[in-house]
């Protein structure tokens, strides 16, 4: 079946600029994560999406960066005023219902921030 | 000091040689471990989840010692498909049920 889908592959955008990532989770999957992997790093925690709760929005670096998710299903991240610090590869994953911790990825996100 | 930490590596190895990576986490708390891999410029895949008891997947070992916070990866008889970025992921649970932390990665090259 298809796997988490993501747009754009990549994004290329002016420092103060907002952008929007988009994220399409695997089908019946019920919990929706965002990570960001700058340039040789490991993997950030940024939200955390699972069915009708609260997000966790405890990764989240500043009140730049938000998160939702509309109909349970199809996730944004959006970064408003953008900084260079911003560029990294913004991942999404999915997991099915009392699986949270087998994630599956999807292809991400590659943000320049000129 | 980082919540996960690994030797960044390089290792470089020739094919059929066996390699082993270690990873450190800081919250004694932690529940959950695993092994993620990732190829250049892809995104991670889980690998193997690591059991207290230590397990085993093909060509590939996990092993877990709470005492010592310490995760370990061994992969025997190298392949040129194995390289790749080896990411230790950690998992707090309870209200963090659900959000990986993953380490920076160690890198592996095999070599013909």
């Known amino acids: 079946g298809a796997g988490v889908s993501q747009s754009p592959s990549n994004k290329v955008t002016e420092k103060g600029k907002d952008v929007e990532l988009r994220c399409d989770p695997i089908?019946?999957?019920?919990?929706l994560y965002w990570y960001r992997q700058r340039l040789g790093q490991g993997l950030e925690f940024l939200i955390y999406f699972q069915g009708n709760s609260a997000p966790d929005k405890s990764g989240l670096p500043s009140d730049r960066f938000s998160a939702e998710r509309t109909g349970g299903s199809v996730s944004t991240l959006t970064i408003q005023r953008t900084q260079q610090e911003d560029s990294a590869v913004y991942l999404c994953?999915?997991?099915?219902?009392?699986?949270?911790?087998?994630?599956?990825f999807g292809p991400g996100t590659r943000l320049l921030v000129l | 000091r980082k919540e996960v930490e690994q030797d960044p590596g390089p290792f470089n190895v020739p094919e059929g040689a066996t390699v082993a990576f270690n990873c450190t986490y800081s919250n004694s708390a932690s529940q959950s471990f695993f092994w993620y891999r990732q190829d250049c410029r892809k995104e991670p895949k889980l690998l193997m989840s690591v059991y207290s008891s230590g397990n085993e997947d093909g060509r590939f070992t996990a092993q877990l010692n709470r005492a010592s916070q310490y995760i370990s990866l061994l992969i025997r008889d190298s392949k040129l498909s194995d390289s790749a970025t080896y990411l230790c992921v950690v998992n707090h649970g309870g209200t963090s049920y659900g959000k990986l932390t993953f380490g920076q990665g160690t890198i592996l090259t095999v070599h013909p």
């Open positions: 089908s019946g999957h019920t919990a």
């Open positions: 994953a999915s997991s099915s219902p009392g699986l949270a911790l087998s994630q599956y």
